[in-house]
């Protein structure tokens, strides 16, 4: 379940970046399509994995965006297949879906400064992605070529 709970955290953590930007944004969203009260340190529990996500502020964060990888991730989960039910692949993808959503969001906030500070921070971003994306593709040609690592994380 651990696996599962990381998977989730990262979905939902690329959601959040990738399309809300920052965590007082998602609380807002989740509390207009709740009703609740939740604030941002909730969030950050919540990504960290110190509390788990409760279904309806899950659906609220994708509804909003119009994405739903939490959702999908679960539904693989009905019909799983050796290679996928690993988590490897799922994992690589919610990595990459964080990861650029990082760099994104370094190379948008270095665009609006003149500081060389936040440029190389977007570069470091940028480097951390494109990594995530080379695991992901060996995984791929591994899994393609049926490699013996085909279905581990590394």
Request: proline residues 2%; hydrophobic residues 45%; charged residues 20%.
């Amino acid at each position: 379940m651990a696996q599962l709970r990381d998977l989730v955290n990262a979905q939902m953590a690329a959601l959040i970046d990738g399309y809300f930007g920052c965590l007082d944004a998602a609380a807002e969203t989740i509390n207009a399509r709740t009703g609740g009260t939740l604030c941002k340190g909730t969030l950050s529990k919540r990504l960290s994995g110190q509390y788990g996500w409760p279904v309806d502020e899950v659906a609220a964060l994708e509804d909003a965006a119009g994405r739903h990888p939490v959702t999908r991730a679960l539904s693989r989960r009905l019909n799983p297949d050796e290679r996928t039910a690993s988590g490897s692949i799922l994992a690589q993808a919610g990595a990459i879906s964080k990861e650029t959503g990082e760099a994104v969001s370094a190379i948008l906030a270095a665009q609006q400064s003149a500081s060389a500070k936040d440029w190389a921070a977007a570069i470091a971003e940028i480097d951390e992605a494109a990594d995530a994306l080379i695991a992901a593709r060996s995984f791929a040609e591994a899994h393609m070529n049926g490699g013996s690592n085909a279905g581990t994380t590394e």
